[in-house]
């Protein structure tokens, strides 16, 4: 497999590597704090499935764990200031969208847009991690599908009712996708990611989500567009 070995020359102890790190590792931090506090706020919003989404929100836990763990290997501390303004706005549109009781957008933006994000993340990250970070990678991406999963199959079942939101929703938040990833795409680079492989298995990651949900081919492309005019 000769291309999980086009990489060697990552010198993940060069100060270009960890200054670069240090905005990505907190990058993922946040988002599994992100993910831990708006499952938690989704369980108030959705009493019936609360025991399965405080679950969720531990395991997020236990990832933000996992990944402070990859900073800490590599002697690196995570700019969490960085992070936290990074995620502002989706983490703006989550709060409002819960204290008015739109659970279909929180959904959409925890359980389709910010689980898929950080999948893509994690997908082109793992062949170029370093190998301690890699297989806290490997067990994280396994949970992260099902929390995927989670959403889809709620959304699924509520599709004709959701359906009006969702689009709506769609086009308040993808746009913010790709203005993260450009924000972040020289890190990124240094790291040996590649923007457009992010920006590619994003979108394969999102538009599977949507067409899983009950979307046609011919929404998923319209509602994708919402995305890529910014990206």
Known sequence: MPQLEATPEIDFQSE?????????????????????????????????????LI??????????????????NLSVTPDMDFAREFFSELHKNFQVAAAEGKIVTC?????????????????????????????????????EYMHLNYGEEWLKANFEASKAELEEANKANLPLVWKMLNQVADDAQVLG????????????QYGEALT????????????????????
């Open 212 to 231: 899983n949900i009950g979307f046609t081919t011919r929404d998923v492309m319209r509602m994708s567009a919402h995305g890529l005019a910014a990206a």
């Open 193 to 204: 990611m590649e923007r457009e492989a992010l920006v590619e298995d994003f979108m394969i």
């Open 55 to 72: 679950g969720l929100a531990r395991m997020e836990n236990r990832h933000k764990k996992g990944f402070e763990a990859c900073g800490r």
């Open 107 to 143: 959904l959409l933006i925890q359980s389709l847009i910010i689980e898929c994000f950080a999948i893509s993340a994690y997908n082109i990250y793992i062949p170029v991690a370093d190998d301690f970070a890699r297989k806290i990678t490997e067990g994280v991406i396994k949970d």
């Open 16 to 52: 270009l590597y960890k200054d670069a790190y240090s905005r990505i590792n907190a990058i993922v931090i946040e988002g599994e704090q992100e993910a831990n506090d708006n499952y938690q706020k989704l369980a108030d919003l959705l009493p019936n499935d609360k025991d399965q």
